[in-house]
């Protein structure tokens, strides 16, 4: 099962075109998650609380760990976020908080280290930016870290769009070329 995790919040989101571009050439059913109608709450104490009540007690049902849960069971995840403040849109650091669920998505060992509870083997994240991209891509470079230590997914791909709009810029022609460097690094 494919996941796409939707953080584009705007009309006529070029990430979401991207993204969903992306989702065709991949060519099967995906689940999605829309952070923008959904707007996940963040972590409060009371909400750890539930969290921590609901794994202790099994219940793998709770809502506080349906996003969990749906993370821990997809094949390939597909993250649509714009590229904003350096990161990406606040929805998706909260969407990650409540994906990074010890016990659903991830355990430790006895030496303290993570260990994956996730099936997916392949991660692509889709940004798109109106400037540039500095080198260190902070909202990628978190959720391949997260990707990597906690959720046991090896494979990771970036694709991005950017300087779109920067004067002179021809944005069609940089989504266009974004567009045909998926088609060559998914093998379509």
């Known amino acids: ?24 050439k991949l060519g099967q059913e995906y689940e999605s998650v829309e952070l923008g109608s959904a707007q996940p ?3 409060t104490g009371e909400r750890l609380a539930q969290r921590d009540r609901a794994i202790a007690q099994g219940d793998l049902q709770a809502d506080i760990l349906s996003y969990a849960v749906q993370f ?4 390939t995840i597909v993250i649509a976020a714009p590229y904003w403040d350096l990161s990406f849109p606040s929805l998706l650091k909260i969407y990650t908080e409540l994906v990074c669920a010890c016990g659903v998505t991830f355990s430790y060992n006895e030496k303290g280290e993570p260990v994956s509870l996730c099936k997916a ?17 902070f909202g990628f470079d978190y959720i391949d870290t997260l990707a990597k230590t906690f959720f046991g997914i090896g494979e990771t791909v970036c694709f991005k769009a950017e300087g779109l709009d920067i004067e002179g810029n021809d944005p069609e022609a940089i989504l266009n070329k974004t567009l045909d460097e998926t088609d060559k690094k998914l093998n379509v």
């Open 1 to 24: 099962m494919i996941l796409f995790v939707n953080a584009c919040v705007r009309d006529g989101s070029r990430t979401l075109r991207l993204a969903e571009s992306v989702l065709d």
């Open 72 to 75: 821990a069971r997809a094949d």
């Open 121 to 137: 083997k392949k991660l692509i994240y889709v940004t798109t930016a109106g400037g540039f991209i500095p080198e260190r891509n």
């Open 41 to 43: 709450l963040p972590l």
